[in-house]
């Protein structure tokens, strides 16, 4: 199994990026695919997920401007993120699991670093 993040890199606040996760040896229709971001000296946080079936959930600090979807044709979930703020700087991960409601504990990518900064 492996995931591959893209599309991090250095924007504006105010900005946008939209974050891809590639997926191979498991398939987008019988697993759920969060997005995390790690801030250096935070802890690891979860911001989304989108589940097999499509459902989607959200961290309230992120609700409104971060949304995700999948295209299970690709086995390609994305991130698309507006309005960006400096702390929203983070290497940001995806990551495979049954449930949304359940922590990664197997399958993650190796991250893309986001830096929102003037």
């Known amino acids: 199994v492996q995931l591959v993040e893209s599309g991090g890199g250095l924007v504006q606040p105010g900005g946008s990026l939209r974050l891809s996760c590639a997926v191979s040896?498991?398939?987008?229709?019988?697993?759920?695919i969060g997005w995390f971001r790690q801030a250096p000296g935070k802890d690891r946080e979860g911001l989304s997920c989108?589940?097999?079936?499509?459902?989607?959930y959200y961290r309230d600090s992120v609700k409104g401007r971060f949304t995700i979807s999948k295209d299970n044709a690709k086995n390609t979930a994305y991130l698309q993120m507006t309005s960006l703020k400096p702390e929203d700087t983070a290497i940001y991960y995806c990551?495979?699991?049954?449930?949304?409601?359940?922590?990664?504990?197997?399958?993650w990518g190796q991250g893309t670093q986001v830096t929102v900064s003037s």
């Open positions: 989108v589940s097999s079936d499509g459902s989607t």
């Open positions: 990551a495979a699991v049954l449930y949304c409601t359940s922590w990664p504990d197997k399958y």
């Open positions: 040896g498991i398939t987008l229709d019988s697993y759920a």
